[in-house]
């Protein structure tokens, strides 16, 4: 029965949703190079872990591929400047998250060439796997895939535990977003590359690429480069989101559940996006850090939707500019996709190294606003990946029972939003769960806090 | 065999103790916010009627043809002072059992399910197997609509109750719709 | 009731306390006179309740009987005088042995008219209705097989529909004459036979307990009353009500 | 830039709302109201069965509810449809010649007791339809079981329909029987065709099974209810009657009658599967979906009553917030269940 | 708890309406619901009610001194179940037919907490005048909710008032109201009517442990002590 159910299960996961995939806008556009704009702003907090150390002061001048920021501390990576000029300041600009953050602007340079300095590209099949990694680290890479985790946390698997498979995550399974399947069809040979590297890095023989069925050129082309002396697989899964969720990935391909609170590791695997993949090639194959990526700029509200290669820390406004502006009827813009992706209300906010895309949207597709009472109807549960039960945990969130939240499993949402793509009563599910686990992690970590200011021993009571 | 399941089914549903002759009505108001505590209180419950029920059999039979209007007075006397008894003897007995059910023990004996159950079986002229299946039928009518109004109101909980409602008003309705809802039960069994 | 009493026993908590609370906090008093107190109590209680009760019971007494009696002269049609028989050992018999459990012995009561002759027995029965047991009683000619009224003692069916079986006079009326076993048919299906009783509209299960509480009483004891009404039963020695 | 682009980058039109920014093509809103246009063959049958007083009945009780929300309710409540589909509901459970001051009142005490004291839409437990109907029931017995005869002609109106509020119409009114009350009462059955194409007596909406099953196809087709609920309620009723009717099949009617007689289908298909009361997950839908089955089967077979529809799916509703407990969904990663 | 200092009326008129044993506290709900059918089985009850109230009230506060704190709540009980076999014999002597109609529910006055609690609350810590005062303000209170009750269902439900019929014959009675359902309905619009005019006044609504469970304290027993602090084995019920 069980193996029945999981041969059903191959190539997805329970649950889900099915949102229209828009893909068409974009799938079919080359990735096209954007020009320098005439600044750039690079925020030193691009990525998951400690914000980079400011290395630049007002006034210098810095070639593109030369570091602006430091790693700090192991999770954390450099940051670098993508394009060269001279830093006109380091101030509070925008942060596509919403907030501020300190970031260093830098005026371009408009008579450079904008040809990065000369650098040794390494010869990785000489390195071990530490070096590896400190190459990784040291070119900035993080998760293009949009939570921006460094990629060289992952390159080092825990003491004692084997990693069986890679998982190479190409379902890109928000609307709109096409930039992993132009790189997988444009740049096949890279991928595989980066996959040779890491599955060295990780001692590893096997490597699962995971697309989703509504790109099957990516499949075929990636399929047809597959080098003959590694262990690759493609796997074509069905279309659903959140496919691209670690998770619903492992689970898809291996069958296995990740256990509640822990890593991919746990299951021996290692997930890592596709771009991410092409971006550790590319270190390896020209020396250079990540400056750029490739962005989708998509949606009903562009004038020209496009996929293009952006220079790290282009503002929003240079970007949907050279894409034609907006329509008039554009009511959203959105970093990352429509599902997960971050509302914007301020243009000047740069890309950053997570940025997958850009998405307009207008007041067609915007979501009505009136919100009606629960009913009950249970379509967040056969909705919710990871089964939890979203009608309930809202009304809780309603009346601010977040202990009882936790009870029922509030921190393994992962705020993928299906519970709210489905709910007939508008309810904001998915934003109310992640308030509360806001709540929640700030009282878990005053709980901590207060227990070691009690002391060791002292916090017992506590 | 028929006229005893009838005993059962009818205190348990087409005559339920609480819902129908609003016997145990204090438990069930006061008492039903949370499932876990209904059940158990639902149990301990049985446990008191069945006592009752074999107290007043004994009494009835041997006791109370010489003097009935003692009735009333032995009845509270002697289940409060037998339960109270049982008690102890569960305390030193069994802690976990105690823990579980104990605690509600005095709180139960003179509950008006208890006397009702003992006042019901005699002027039925129950005997005592018919009495037993009468205690445990109402015993498992009380349960049942105790953790029912207890799931039933850990749901309203979450709900936006209007403030007039609060005041015992919606817990009244809610028992009213359930004894509405056991109408269906009439007659079971009879015809 | 808790809603508003602080020691309700809902919350766990609140029988721990009550636990607590049993701890003796007041200044002790000694046993022989707790005891002494409660005895005192007890004894002036008994003593004011045996003089009610002896007060009150004659009454009450008075009271049972004469409904009793009023119903058996109403199912039997107004005999000149009643009289209980007891089923000891079989039969039904006016003056059972002494050892024998009059208490709860089955009986009838045989009504006499003025010449003495046995009219009819009335039969007090009981069974499960629509809502909870109902009692009757119904008189019955063991000559004819006819039953000759029947009365509804007791009875919790459904007010404005099922206790039309004690309210509804026509109902009430069917029951007189109409031959044993008797058949519940629905109003004005019936085909006119003398076993037939018209149920009420919208309280089919009241009247059908009524027709079975009856045909399984009978079918009971039809034998013994039988038995008892060829044995000639006599009138009591002076006319009256039951004893 | 021209000033063309730099207009159209105006930041501030742009509007900041949570993720996810796609909605799915559910609203509550055209879920009520998709159920009421499912509703109105039922009525047209109802109408077409009973005569005008069908009409009248239902608009009473619908009238009864909206009302009763659009005075206690919150402001706006009307528009998402459930108190009409309330009212709706309650008067297809209604016999066509009951008077229409009952009908006014079973809506209102509906909505009242049945719904807005918990709070308003989505937050009662017990169907409000079916609390209105079951208070009719209970105070007016006669009155909701008089079944007019159907297939008198349109124009006709039927028993009490015009009696003055708070008094009994007196109206001598041609009377027949449901199949159920013929069952129970008379041993006497309904022929098969009959009870599928409802020509035979009864309430106004639980007569045309077929109609009922269109209905109910189309909303399961749009996800517009569990199908799981009516289908385990049928199966149960046709499993527990086969049964019990080949055991003894003088005693008991066969499957096919008891799914096509009395109120099973409207109930199945209309009560049981309101989203509101009815549990949310689906192994609950199951359990809930068998155990309101076999309450029919024991009511209409064993209790005093001829119908039981009605009460089964009250006392399963009461037994919802239980059953949701226990049947809450396993955790991804884990063996514990979402709510304990 | 320092006990206030009450004048006679207040306590006497605080029973009736403002601390209704029915109404706001919700005690002696049992006979409340099971014998309110009709306005005569409602008035006989709380005149039984009454009687037995007022009498135990007045024994308890004559022996106070006399009856040990151990045994006081026993003591209390035998007073009251003695009072209660009284009031049941008397009526099935003097009333039958009433006696018949409230059937066990007679019986059933002596775990009306109601009663008990006065006598721990009151009675047993006051002067002999004040204990009665108190007691026929409750027992009036009783009284007079029971009657409201009793006055609805059977007006409703039977289109009369103590027997006599109100509409003619053509009123179509709601049968529900004299079933237990419409018990439970009448009581709770009861309960919602009094929390309407209280919110209407201004007046915050009775705290009670509704509905996040925190059961929030009504003084019961009013000035002088609830019943939390000496009673808390004090047996109840409904």
Known sequence: MITLLDGWLKGGFRHGVHPPDHKEATASHPIRRMPFPDEIVLPLRQHAGAPARLLVQPGQRVERGDKVGEAQGYVSVPIHASASGTVTGV???????????????????????????????????????????????????????????????????????????????????????????????????????????????????????????????????????????????????????????????????????????????????????????????????????????????????????????????????????????????????????????????????????????????????????????????????????????????????????????????????????????????????????????????????????????????????? | MGELLWIFVSAMLVNNFTLVLFLGLCPFLGVSAKVGTAVRMGAANVFVLVITSLTASFLNAFVLVHAPYLRLISFIVVIASLVQIVEMAIKKLSPTLFRELGIFLPLITTNCAILGLAIFQTNRGYGALEGLFFALGAGAGLTLALSLMASIRERVELSDVPAVARNMGLVLVLAGTLSLAFMGFAGLFTS | MSASLPTVSGTPEAPRAAEEGRVPVVPHTSSPRLVATLAVAGAIAGLVLVLVHQWTEPRILEHQARVLDEAVVEVLSGPSSTRTFFLVDGAFTAEPPAAADTASADRVYVGFDAGGAPVGVALAAAEPGFQDVIRLIFGYDPAGGAVLGMKVLESKETPGLGDKIEKDSSFVAEFRGVVAPLLGVKQGAGSGGDDEIDMITGATISSRAIIDIINHRLEAVEADVQALWRSAPAAPSMAGGLP | MSARLEAALHAGRLELVASPHLKGPQSTVRIMWTVVATLVPVVAMAAWSFGLSALLVIAAATLGAVGTERLFGQGGSLADGSAALTGLLLGLTLPAGVPLWMALLGGAFGIGFGKLLFGGLGQNVFNPALVGRAFLQAAFPIALTTWPIPGQGWSRWAGDTFA????????????????????????????????????????????????????????????????????????????????????????????????????????????????????????????????????????????????????????????????????????????????? | MSPRVTTPSEDFLRGVWRENPVLVQLLGLCPALAVTNTVANSLAMGIATFFVLTGSSLLVSLLKSWIPKEVRISAYILIIATFVTMADMLLAAL?????????????????????????????????????????????????????????????????????????????????????????????????????????????????????????????????GGSPAGAGVNAPRSD
């Open chain 4, 164 to 340: 003055l509020p708070l008094l009994s119409g007196g109206a001598d009114a041609v009377t027949g029987a449901t199949p159920l009350g013929l069952m129970k009462f008379e041993e006497v059955s309904t022929p098969f065709r009959e009870l599928f194409l409802g020509t035979t007596g009864g309430s106004l909406g639980e007569t045309s099974a077929l109609l009922i099953l269109l209905g109910g196809a189309y909303l399961a087709y749009r996800n517009y209810l569990n199908w799981r609920i009516p289908v385990s309620i049928l199966a149960v009723v046709a499993g527990l009657s086969s049964a019990i009717h080949a055991v003894d099949p003088a005693g008991f009617p066969g499957a096919p009658f008891m799914l096509f007689s009395g109120g099973l289908m409207l109930g199945a298909v209309y009560m049981a599967t309101d989203m509101v009361t009815s549990p949310v997950t689906n192994a609950g839908a199951w359990l809930y979906g068998a155990g309101i089955g076999a309450l029919v089967v024991l009511i209409r077979l064993w209790g005093g009553l001829p119908e039981g529809v009605m009460y089964a799916i009250l006392l399963m509703n009461a037994l919802v917030p239980f059953i949701d407990r226990a049947t809450q969904p396993r955790v991804f990663g884990t063996g514990r269940r979402a709510a304990t």
């Open chain 1, 91 to 462: 101030d509070w600009w925008p942060h596509p998250d919403g907030s501020q953050a300190e970031a260093v602007r830098i005026a371009v340079d408009p008579h450079s060439a904008q040809i990065p300095r000369p650098r040794l590209v390494p010869r990785w099949d000489d390195l071990n796997p530490d070096q590896v990694r400190d190459a990784v680290k040291d070119a900035g890479v993080v998760g293009l895939g949009g939570a921006a985790f460094p990629t060289h946390v992952k390159l080092k698997p825990p003491e004692g535990m084997a990693v069986e498979t890679l998982l190479v995550n190409g379902a890109e399974c928000e609307p709109y977003l096409t930039s992993d399947h132009r790189v997988m069809l444009e740049h096949p040979e890279r991928v595989h590359f980066g996959i040779r590297i890491m599955m060295q890095c990780l001692g590893t023989s096997r490597a699962v690429i995971g697309v989703e069925r509504n790109k099957p050129d990516a499949v075929a082309r990636l399929r047809a480069t597959i080098p003959d002396d590694l262990d690759i697989e493609v796997i074509a899964l069905r279309v659903k989101y959140p496919q691209g969720a670690e998770k619903m990935l492992i689970k898809a391909v291996t069958g296995r559940e990740v256990p509640s609170g822990k890593l991919p590791i746990h299951v021996g695997t290692v997930v890592q996006n596709v771009g991410s993949i092409a971006a550790i090639a590319e270190i390896f194959e020209t020396g250079y850090p990540l400056i750029e990526r490739i962005v989708t700029v998509s949606g009903p509200g562009v004038v020209r939707p496009s996929n293009l290669l952006v220079p790290v820390g282009t503002k929003l406004r240079d970007v949907l500019a050279f894409c034609g502006g907006l329509t008039p009827d554009a009511r959203e813009v959105l970093m990352g996709g429509p599902m997960m992706g971050a509302p914007q209300g301020d243009l000047d906010a740069p890309v950053l190294k997570g940025t997958s895309g850009i998405v307009v949207l207008t007041a067609a597709e915007a979501k009505p606003t009136r919100v009606h009472p629960c009913i009950s109807c249970g379509h967040c549960l056969d909705a919710c990946p990871v089964f939890l039960n979203p009608s309930l945990l809202g009304k809780e969130a309603q009346a601010g029972r977040y202990g009882d939240m936790v009870e029922h499993h509030l921190m393994d949402c992962m705020l993928c939003g299906s519970c709210s793509y489905v709910c007939p009563s508008n309810i904001p599910l998915s934003q109310m769960f992640a308030l509360a686990k806001g709540a929640v992690r700030r009282e878990q970590q005053r709980a901590k806090e207060a227990a070691a200011a009690d002391g060791p021993g002292g916090g017992k009571a506590a």
């Open chain 5, 95 to 223: 009333v039958p037919d009433i006696h018949k109609a409230l059937g066990a529910f007679i019986a059933l006055i002596v775990v009306n907490c109601m009663i008990l609690g006065r006598q721990e609350a009151f009675a047993s810590k006051r002067p002999v005048g004040r204990a009665l005062l108190d007691a026929f303000g409750t027992g009036l209170g009783f009284i007079v909710a029971l009657f409201m009750m009793g006055t609805v269902r059977e007006v409703l439900g039977n289109g009369s008032f103590l027997g006599v019929p109100l509409f003619g014959d053509a009123f179509e009675p709601w049968i529900i109201m004299i079933l237990p359902p419409g018990g439970f309905f009448t009581l709770g619009l009861l309960l919602l009517v009094f929390a309407w005019w209280e919110e209407r006044k201004d007046v915050p609504v009775h705290p009670r442990h509704w509905p996040h469970g925190v059961t929030v304290t009504v003084d019961a027993g009013g000035p």
